[in-house]
């Protein structure tokens, strides 16, 4: 399969003129476009430079997280069917017999223990965490019916790996760097779940750009979620 990023630069191309300003934190980087809609990537605690490159390249680990802030921002506006306060823990996912997240989500794995569901979640940084099941990473993915993906995957290039290890479950797309796009269902993505910000809200960039996580922007936006129409494969 072709890198997801890749195809996004290849079908909806890079424009730095069209971005007015940036913000960047060691926890996430943010852009904002001239229009005023506002993105968002995670950064995993590299904190990214505050120029705005003229030419970009989809392989380049600082550029992916400048590109998928740049599409978020970009697509997360452009799509019309779109549900508002919408999360993971909405669905009905005492169906599905082995639930498996690839990233860590307190607040949704808290949930899901007052609802009695069991689930096993998959975390390169939090190795200190007997609940990871990283050692056991292809194992836990093969047998997944439902596949919880962390949007830092799209970032960081693993997304692909993490499909094909596991063929045979329902995957979604959960974080505030996700790309709300139907494209994703070329890779076999059910829904994406991610935010939407007011345009223009300084806030959002100020937070970050102090170097803050997600519970201190993430109400400043709204959940929503965007369902992919088909499973087709590129």
């Given amino acids: ?20 300003q940036i913000a960047s934190g060691e926890r996430y980087f943010a852009v904002e476009l001239i229009n005023g809609n506002i993105g968002v990537c995670a950064t995993l605690g590299e904190k990214y430079d505050d120029q705005i490159p003229g030419e970009i390249y989809p392989e380049v680990y600082r550029h992916r997280v400048l ?9 997360n506006y452009r799509v019309t069917e779109i549900h508002e306060n919408k999360d ?3 669905l009905d996912l005492k169906k599905y017999r082995h639930v498996v997240f690839v990233g860590k989500f307190d607040p949704v794995f808290e949930k899901l223990r007052e609802q009695g569901i069991s689930f096993e979640y998959i975390d390169l940084r939090a190795i200190d965490d007997p609940d990871n099941q990283l050692d056991n990473k292809e194992k836990v993915l093969s047998r997944a019916d439902l596949l919880v993906i962390s949007a830092t995957a799209i970032t960081n290039g693993s997304l692909n790996e993490l499909i094909e290890t596991s063929p045979y479950s329902e995957k979604y797309i959960l974080g505030p760097s996700s790309v709300l796009t139907p494209d994703l269902a ?8 991610g935010v939407q910000f007011k345009p223009y809200d300084s ?10 996580g997600t519970r201190y922007f993430l109400h400043k936006g709204k959940k929503v979620m965007v369902r992919c129409e088909s499973t087709e494969t590129k």
């Fill in 1 to 20: 399969m072709q890198d997801f990023l890749e195809y996004l630069y290849e079908t909806y191309g890079y424009d730095h003129k069209f971005i007015r």
């Fill in 67 to 75: 590109l998928t802030a740049y599409y978020n921002a970009l697509l």
């Fill in 88 to 90: 993971i823990t909405d």
């Fill in 186 to 193: 070329r890779w076999g993505i059910k829904a994406s779940f």
């Fill in 203 to 212: 806030r959002v960039l100020g937070v970050i750009a102090q170097n803050y």
